[in-house]
């Protein structure tokens, strides 16, 4: 275990970071090391920044592991982030190419060495009275949750009975399953060793299964991390099961996180349960052109717009 690994299970044993920043978690998502890097001022820690490094054809990319949201830097009490920032960029190992998508909660940093761009997600604050959320709804879509209500019921399911699922509605589409390389199997085990997550279905009244969620949970959270439904003739179950979660993380006094998606159809689901729309930063950086070349070739999508 690395000097700064040490340091850093110390430092989360007395303070909170988002469970996708966990030793345990990493280890289970990471096909690659990952590692640590800390800014410390007059012994006290006020930056940490969590990374995987992985090697390839020569080149030493730091990136993120599937079926990890976040990553990156945190602050505990820094007065000048952009100093603490720019001290955690620079103790990173060399490398050609960096991505990483940063906790939501996290105001946008600026470093001149850095490209950044906006992504977004939504979400419910457990400040926010239910009865009030619920007043927000339109009232189209509280109709659709109440009529889902007394159509399907909720219940919590195995794990197994999730992976078959979602393997089902996936190729029902025609589209591959995006969980199965992403090993959430491995990372279930995990999760359920520390109660980190809840699995959950949506039933009609014959006990056929029409939608399926997967949430992870820390101190102050609920992640929505995978979900799959049952296309096969239209019905508001994906309904009644976000809502439920919702409801859930509020009484339990978390916040509640859409995982947001920029696929319309996607987005304008979730963006009808009226959760705040919040801005997270995505870095970019590459040693040369060559490597910007390779990834607008590879992955598009990850480049700054």
């Known amino acids: 275990m690395t000097k700064g690994k040490q340091k850093y299970n110390l430092f989360i044993s007395e303070n909170y970071v988002p469970v996708f920043y966990r030793p345990w978690y990493l280890d289970a998502v990471c096909d690659s090391p990952w590692d640590v890097v800390i800014h410390e001022e007059d012994g006290e820690v006020l930056g940490i920044l969590v990374f995987m490094i992985k090697k390839k054809f020569g080149l030493t990319y730091i990136l993120h592991p599937s079926l990890c949201p976040y990553m990156g830097p945190l602050f505990y009490g820094a007065q000048n982030l952009e100093v603490v920032y720019k001290s955690l960029i620079n103790q990173l190992p060399k490398y050609h190419l960096m991505v ?3 906790f939501h909660a996290l105001p946008e940093i600026k470093n001149s060495r850095i490209i950044s761009k906006r992504n977004y997600t939504y979400i419910i604050n457990r400040d926010i009275e239910l009865d009030e959320l619920n007043s927000r709804l339109s009232s189209d879509r509280r109709r659709k949750i109440r009529k889902a209500s007394e159509q399907f ?3 919590e399911e195995r794990f197994s009975i999730l992976a078959d699922f979602l393997q089902n509605t996936f190729a029902a589409r025609g589209k591959s399953n995006p969980y199965v390389n992403g090993n959430l199997a491995k990372l279930d085990k995990q999760l359920s060793k520390h109660h980190s997550r809840k699995i959950v279905k949506c039933i ?12 992870v949970k820390d101190e102050k959270w609920v992640y929505n991390l995978a979900t799959g439904v049952d296309s096969s003739y239209s019905h508001e179950a994906m309904s009644l099961m976000i809502w439920n979660e919702i409801t859930s993380a509020l009484k339990s006094g978390r916040s509640f996180d859409f995982e947001g998606s920029s696929i319309p159809g996607v987005e304008a689901f979730y963006k009808a349960f009226k959760g705040d729309k919040v801005y997270y930063q995505s870095a970019y950086k590459s040693k040369n052109k060559l490597v910007d070349l390779l990834v607008r070739i590879k992955n598009p999508e990850i480049l700054p717009q």
């Open 100 to 102: 990483q998508d940063y």
């Open 153 to 155: 019921i909720i219940e």
């Open 204 to 215: 009609d009244t014959h006990g056929n299964i029409m939608a399926m969620g997967y949430f």
